[in-house]
């Protein structure tokens, strides 16, 4: 195999974040800013051992909900010796235009996210966090150190504010909110509430306006 790849194919475990909320729950999230890195400590600087270019864009209305998608194309470049590499593609894309229950939001980050995203998966191609997509590394020690560390900085003051924030984009009241943390835990002070335990408020917020349609 080549050099290059077994270079690249090993994250960090500073560059691992377990995802917390959402369809990706309990999947990994490696930093954008490592691969970046990785990619200069193998290839070069970007732009002279390394390069992309954005290929095209494409907006898409989701009828279904008025909101837009914005779609990237990028071609990533290696060097190789004095050459540069074929164009190798990756996809991605974010919500240009998103909705909530305050109405419609632009995104100024879309394109940003999803050039980010697009060059992620370009990477793939040549290794970048390979041994995570394959199952290969041991998450599971990255995933409990991950764990110690949110446990030890969790604020549950402001996890609760941000509970508390989605629940009024959801039309739950905070009244409505204390009742359902009193229901589920049986614990009326927010100083009391575990990380695993606020995790939970924050799925039954989310799942709230689905339950009761």
């Given at each position: 195999m080549d050099s290059r790849y077994i270079a690249v194919k090993t994250v960090p475990q500073s560059a691992l974040k377990v995802i917390d909320f959402g369809k990706l729950k309990g999947k990994y999230d490696i930093s954008p800013q490592w691969r970046w890195e990785i990619l200069?400590?193998?290839y070069?600087?970007?732009g002279i051992g390394w390069k992309f270019e954005v290929v095209s864009t494409q907006q898409v209305p989701v009828e279904e909900t008025?909101?837009?998608?914005l779609y990237v194309l990028v071609n990533l470049y290696i060097k190789d010796g004095d050459e540069w590499s074929e164009?190798?593609?990756g996809y991605g894309g974010d919500f240009l235009i998103y909705k909530d229950k305050n109405g419609f939001h632009g995104n100024d980050e879309a394109f940003k996210m999803a050039v980010t995203d697009a060059l992620g998966t370009a990477a793939k191609m040549i290794g970048v966090g390979a041994d995570v997509y394959r199952?290969?590394?041991?998450?599971k020690i990255n995933a409990a150190a991950?764990?110690?560390?949110?446990?030890k900085e969790f604020n549950p003051q402001n996890a609760y504010a941000i509970v508390l924030q989605t629940a009024g984009e959801h039309g739950i009241s905070s009244e409505q909110l204390n009742q359902q943390l009193t229901k589920m835990f049986g614990v009326g002070v927010i100083?009391?509430?575990t990380r695993n335990q606020m995790s939970k408020l924050y799925d039954w917020v989310k799942g709230?306006?689905?339950d009761n349609k």
């Open positions: 200069t400590e193998t070069g600087m970007c008025k909101e837009t998608m164009p190798i593609p199952g290969l590394q041991d998450t991950e764990k110690e560390k949110k446990e100083d009391n509430i709230y306006e689905v």
